[in-house]
């Protein structure tokens, strides 16, 4: 019997990192795989962590905030899992601890990195320039970081397997392709929870609206970049670095079934599209154990669903697409200021300080007003990340008074007229 595959598991307690573990679980059910958890960590939340360290015998858990109550609670969690388990659990905390976790990998290892945010970025530079293969769901370590991530994974041989759905149906329809035969690869995008409302409309919605997804349950960051296509945007640049394709070689159109998650256009005009259940545990298993076998986690009745819809992503109403191929065309450290940019934006949208319409004006601003520089190494990406972080602050607090509260601001005079 070959040895328990090694993994390290980032971003445990969230969406995608809650999805992994019970991909885990089934796996080893169901066919018998085994992983040895080495590690587990959290942003800030220690209850789900000190959970989900019992229940995979995870031998050390993580947690990137350093304060209370988070970390003194995960300690006193893991003191009494521990003694009842009869076997130590290290308990590591803040970006160096996160740090440490992934300094043990070594190739043949996974990582799976499911973190939300920028905040992801360091864990994947270091995992592929050690040669370990990732298994990457935090799309924002390619957009800040793409030209620093896969010219490492190229020089020690580290694999990216996307988790994200899109990419990993593209990867899947890759799969025996000759590359030279691709054109071009179209994205799928649901529209988010507002797709069918009117431009004024959603440029107001609260944050309980937008959070209303209407084909995914994700966490809160990516269901607000889908109310604003900037998840398609970030999508974007993400396939840009995995697939090595040109901005024009990219597409992206709307498909509110959230049934086909990816095509490949060839050069002779045949397609291979990937079809599946919107259910982000395919994809996540796909990354752990690198096959398609069952047993199936959902089925397609093909029947029942009729016909399948797509439509063209209307650039007024979601002018987030046209700003990912400004990002592109800008290169050098663009990357990171909208994606930093994107981030700071929607924290202030989900804590009512702007409307859902200011995130997309505020994140072009940033990108026209801060120069992108040469991206040469993670120091660039930091400063670029601190100065859009520092503009979207200054600029939102800067809006008109009463803009404050996104459901009662009136629509400022700038905004784009569709
Ligand atoms: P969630 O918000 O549900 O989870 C985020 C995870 O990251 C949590 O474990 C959180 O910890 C942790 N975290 C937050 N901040 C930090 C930090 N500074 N350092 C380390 N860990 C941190 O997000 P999702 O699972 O939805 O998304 C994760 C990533 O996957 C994102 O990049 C997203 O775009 C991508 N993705 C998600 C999909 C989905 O279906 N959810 C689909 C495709 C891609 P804590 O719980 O303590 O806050
Ligand atoms: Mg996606």
């Known amino acids: 019997m070959s040895a328990p595959r090694r993994v390290l598991l980032l971003g445990a307690t969230g969406s995608i990192g809650a999805s992994t573990l019970e991909v885990m679980a089934q796996l080893e059910r169901e066919r018998g795989c085994r992983f040895d958890v080495i590690g587990l960590a959290g942003g800030s939340r220690a209850e789900p962590l000190a959970a989900a360290a019992h229940a995979t015998g995870a031998r050390a858990v993580a947690l990137a905030d350093t304060g209370s109550p988070g970390l003194p609670a995960l300690r006193a969690s893991i003191a009494r899992i521990a003694s009842a388990a009869d076997h130590p659990i290290e308990v590591l905390a803040g970006d160096e601890g996160i740090g440490v976790l992934v300094s043990r990998l070594r190739p043949g290892d996974l990582l799976v990195n499911a973190v939300v945010g920028a905040a992801g970025l360091r864990a994947t530079l270091m995992a592929v320039r050690a040669g370990v293969d990732v298994a990457l769901a935090n799309k924002e370590s390619l957009v800040a970081g793409g030209a620093l991530v896969l010219p490492a994974a190229a020089a020690s ?28 690869i179209i994205l799928t995008a649901s529209g988010g929870a507002l797709r069918d409302w009117d431009h004024d409309r959603a440029w107001h919605a609260t944050p309980a609206e937008a959070l209303r997804h209407p084909t995914w349950a994700m966490g809160p960051k990516v269901t607000i970049d889908s109310a604003t296509m900037m998840n398609k945007a970030l999508e974007i640049i993400e396939a840009h670095w995995l697939f090595s394709l040109a901005p024009q070689d990219i597409s992206a159109i709307m498909h509110p079934q959230s049934l086909v998650h990816g095509i490949v256009e060839f050069g002779d005009g045949s397609m291979i599209a990937q079809l599946g259940p919107a259910d982000m545990r395919i994809p996540i298993r796909q990354a752990l154990v690198g096959d398609a076998a069952g047993p199936a986690l959902g089925r397609l009745d093909l029947e029942s669903i009729g016909a399948l819809e797509f439509r063209a992503i209307d650039d007024r109403r979601f002018p987030a697409i046209r700003l990912a191929r400004r990002v592109l065309a800008l290169g050098g450290t663009a990357g990171a200021i909208f994606n930093a940019a994107n981030e700071a934006a929607v924290a202030l949208f989900l804590g009512g300080g702007i409307p859902l319409g200011r995130i997309v004006e505020l994140v072009a601003e940033a990108i026209e007003r801060i120069p992108a520089g040469p ?44």
């Open 157 to 184: 041989g580290a694999r990216i397997i996307p988790i994200d759905s899109e990419h990993a149906a593209v990867h899947q329809c890759l799969a025996g392709a000759r590359r030279s035969d691709v054109r071009r």
């Open 375 to 418: 991206l040469t190494d993670e120091s660039d990406i930091r400063a670029a990340d601190a100065a859009a972080r520092r503009f979207i602050a200054a600029e939102a607090a800067a809006d008109p008074p009463g803009c404050a509260a996104a459901a009662t601001c009136a629509v400022p005079e700038r905004r784009p007229r569709p």
